[in-house]
């Protein structure tokens, strides 16, 4: 009986050929998504229309004072922002120079917390390597008296 119903299912199977119930209209899909895409883009834009109409609006209330002080306020911060950024950079430059990493390797947001992540990388690199990183006052330049072998140049570039 179990075999019966099994031949059955499998000559049914066979009858129905897989994928032609539904065929699937990719390109009205496409187009449906095109359309959906495009109306909310619209709205998009109207709000964006909208918004720039109420902050005109809410400017052209303000008086001659308020407007001073609100471009004011808004100099003041992008100065400040700027003046940090600066002062970020020389603290990293500075503890370049004293650490001998590289300035982008040192992170931070003060003098102490750069030289505390220097320290910390020069520990890690000790650790691991046994040594310490070389220090290097001018990589730019060229030695004073020129190394007698390649040996001699290796001993001193990487002793401390």
Known sequence: MAEEAN???QSQDTSKPHGEEQQTDWEAKYRE??????????RAKDNKAAADELQ??????M???????AKTARLQKELDALKAEKQADEWRSQVAAESGLPAN?????????????????????ASKTGRQLP?????????????NDLLQYAAEVFSN
């Open 33 to 42: 998504a095109v359309t959906h895409s495009r109306e909310w883009e619209k």
């Open 56 to 61: 005109q609006l809410k400017e052209s209330q």
């Open 135 to 147: 220090n290097v006052t001018d990589p730019g330049r060229t030695p004073q008296t020129p190394p």
């Open 105 to 125: 390797l040192i992170t931070g947001s003060t003098l102490e917390e750069m030289q505390a992540h220097a320290k910390a990388i020069g520990e890690y690199v």
């Open 63 to 69: 008086s001659e004072q308020q407007k001073a002080e």
């Open 7 to 9: 031949n059955a299912n």
